[in-house]
């Protein structure tokens, strides 16, 4: 099967999805993933929108976490306090994320590259992200691009939380027990984090990828257990529904 | 309560309720009485230099773009915004009418990062504090109860805490860390709505974004409708007034207000037009090229949607999902 990599991020996106569950997405990859999951795996996953969106069926993909796709039939059209009110009270199952910097926790940089006061790249800030990231019970962080300049020792800033320092750190700062990074998925592979130590570690390679090929584009040292699977490929029925429902009219792959 | 941690951005705009309250009890107007105007004379009416401004919703979606075009034409300066946006922020900056950023985040979404946002900052030329999104609207959710902050989980634990103005305490109910965010009251707001009658009662529809909110938290409130309507027919539906006349100060109809953002309901987004307007905002020279073109080469808002044109304008409302 010939696939991008981007449908492949997609399919395994979308098998993460469980039934029956919320998720709470922004634009982009997690829009397709969801959308792909409710054609396939997950029919009642209710998807719900920064801005108030909840319920879509997403026959027509959103441009922005607040256009009017984003409750194009859904079941409610509320706000953002909202939205953040329901995450913060715990009934958001899944968040997604993403960034220009990554670290060995979870923890993401969607704020600036270089020195914060004069930066070398301003990049948008937060948005809903620190929010995602404090109150989603897992999180699932996409990752397009995977190189040292992007899974990275340190942060430039650290703008949403993953496990922070690692072990208990997250718990410890003050946020609420039992959140956090679930899975990362860039173009290698996905990856998991260590139950204690909090982590990364990963969980399967992409086709094709060697666990070299991955240590060499990481800045930090991963964990590598000893099984290690490989990630299925996306089958013809994925891409099929992606091509030709999902994102029929090209916005995004 | 001890203050455990305090976050070392500035506080841009002072916010004291029981300031607010005398502000409100000499100067709102209660009676309910007309208030149509054009964007001219509520922008000069309104607002000043030095203002600490907002609008809502954001650039794409139900963004008051006729009254941001027309403070851009007015020139008013060392504005202060409350910074979660896109095509609006990004004018503003373009323009050089701001100093100072409550910013959550300025980007164009799945078309990346702003590079108007980057040249303001990179350059030094604009301050920012950070916060989350929530952060920002629950700041005006504090605002609008009347409280001077708000105690959320969100921000613990980061820089975006770091570099912004709220404070970690311990709850003295739960002994829980929490951070407290400053109440935000703005000096004027600007909100476009579908629909408002000539005394400024409004009903949006579809998502409400943080309307509810910020026409709460703002000291002048202008707002710009879709279509002005009858009084009788607020009273058919008084369940679906979100905004209260007695919070607005000035009401300006402007169909295709949002443009080239969307209005749900009523009209999709301009794509072909924001794409040319993201491909001029990488150079300086072609982004005031762009201000030129469409904000200070039209005198005002019917001058812009005779240049957008009308057949361009009806497609878009026939692209627009109905309910």
């Not at chain 2, 504005?79 to 910013?103: K, T």
């Not at chain 2, 909110?213 to 539906?237: G, V």
Request: net charge neutral.
């Amino acid at each position: 099967m010939n696939y991008s990599e981007t449908e492949l991020i997609i399919c395994v996106a979308a098998r993460l999805m469980e039934d029956r569950k919320t998720a709470f997405i922004g634009t982009g990859i997690p829009m397709l993933a969801a959308a792909l999951a409710q054609k396939l795996y997950a029919p009642n996953l209710v998807c719900v929108f920064e801005f108030g969106g909840t319920g879509a069926r997403l026959e027509k993909l959103p441009l922005g976490v607040g256009d009017s796709r984003t409750f194009y039939k859904g079941i409610a059209a509320s706000g953002i306090c909202d939205i953040m009110e329901t995450a913060q009270r715990g009934f958001i199952e899944y968040g997604f994320l993403g960034g220009a910097q990554i670290d060995m926790y979870g923890n993401l940089n969607t704020t600036v590259i270089g020195e914060y006061e004069r930066p070398k790249v301003r990049l948008p800030g937060s948005g809903g992200a620190n929010d995602v990231g404090s109150h989603c019970w897992k999180t699932i962080i996409i990752m397009r691009q995977h190189d040292k300049k992007r899974f990275v020792k340190k942060l430039d800033f650290m703008t949403t939380p993953g496990y922070l320092d690692g072990k208990d750190s997250r718990e410890k700062i003050g946020l609420p027990p039992n959140t956090g990074p679930y899975r990362v998925i860039s173009n290698l592979g996905l990856f998991g984090f260590d139950e204690e130590t909090k982590r990364m570690k990963i969980i399967s390679l992409h086709p094709g990828v060697s666990i070299e090929k991955i240590i060499e584009n990481t800045d930090f040292e991963l964990i590598i257990p000893k099984e290690i699977e490989i990630t299925p490929e996306p089958t013809e029925k994925e891409l099929k529904v992606l091509r030709e429902e999902v994102d029929k009219d090209r916005l995004y792959i | 309560m001890k203050i455990i941690e305090e976050g070392k951005g500035k506080l841009i705009q002072y916010s004291d309720p029981f300031e607010f309250r005398e502000f409100v009890h000499k100067n709102k107007d209660l009676s309910m009485k007309e208030k149509v105007m054009s964007e001219k004379e509520a922008i000069e009416k309104f607002v000043k230099d030095g203002d600490y401004i907002g609008t809502e919703l954001y650039g794409t979606v139900r963004a008051p773009m006729s009254l941001i075009r027309e403070v851009i034409r007015q020139g008013k300066k060392n504005l202060r915004v409350a910074g979660q946006g896109i095509l609006e922020i990004d004018l503003l900056l373009a323009a050089d009418l701001v100093s100072e950023m409550d910013i959550t985040y300025v980007g164009y979404e799945v078309y990346g990062i702003s590079n108007i946002l980057r040249r303001a900052i990179e350059s030094g030329k604009v301050k920012t504090v950070e916060w989350s999104n929530a952060a920002i609207a629950w700041r005006f959710k504090a605002a609008a109860m009347g409280v001077p902050f708000i105690p959320t989980f969100s921000m613990l634990g980061t820089d975006t805490f770091k570099y912004s103005a709220a404070k970690i305490v311990e709850c003295p109910f739960t002994k829980r860390k929490v951070v407290l965010l400053p109440a935000l009251y703005l000096d004027v707001g600007f909100i476009h709505v579908h629909r408002a009658d000539k005394y400024g009662n409004c009903q949006i529809d579809g998502i409400s974004g943080f309307a509810f909110e910020f026409a709460r938290a703002c000291k002048r409130l202008i707002i710009s409708c879709e279509e002005l309507i009858d009084n009788e027919e607020i009273r058919k539906y008084p369940e679906r007034t979100i905004i209260p006349y007695y919070l607005v100060d000035a009401v300006v109809v402007a169909p295709y207000g949002s443009h080239p953002g969307e209005m749900c309901y009523k009209y999709w987004r301009d794509e072909e037009h924001i794409k040319e307007f993201l491909e001029l905002s990488k150079d300086e020279k072609k982004t005031k090229e762009y201000l030129d073109k469409y904000v200070y080469g039209v005198k005002n808002h019917e001058e812009y949607l005779n240049l957008i044109g009308k057949e361009r304008l009806e497609k878009l409302s026939k692209m627009i999902q109905g309910r």
